[in-house]
Nanobody, 127 residues
């Protein structure tokens, strides 16, 4: 499995950014994909999860601001980040766990259940 992120960049607080992930080599009929961010202050933190059937979960810190979406036919996943805050600054990683459902309790965790990871894309929010 390969995961390739794109997007990200820089934005002012209150602005928006979008990150995307293209997955290839996925063979599992069901899976959980997610976005994990790493910030200078915290270790890795799972911020959003989505299953192939569209079931999704978002962490309280981004709820109402970040929208996760998935095109199962193309195996592409997006994270639309709105109303950005400086504390959203970090490197955003795409990750997948094949033959695994998403569990809400993964939110805020390190994402240790994910089997494959992308290289990450940097998002910087300035005040």
């Amino acid at each position: 499995v390969q995961l390739v992120e794109s997007g990200g960049g820089s934005a002012r607080a209150g602005g928006s950014l979008r990150v995307s992930c293209a997955a290839s080599g996925v063979t599992g009929e069901w899976y959980c994909m997610g976005w994990v961010r790493q910030t200078p202050e915290k270790e890795r933190e799972v911020v959003a999860l989505i299953e192939e059937d569209g079931e999704f979960y978002t962490h309280d810190s981004v709820k109402g601001r970040f929208i996760i979406s998935l095109d199962d036919s193309k195996k592409t996943m997006d994270l639309q980040m709105n109303s950005l805050k400086p504390e959203d600054t970090g490197t955003y990683f795409c990750a997948i766990a094949e033959r695994q459902v998403c569990y809400r309790y993964w939110l805020g965790g390190r994402g240790d259940r994910f089997q494959y990871w992308g290289q990450g894309t940097r998002c910087t929010v300035t005040s």
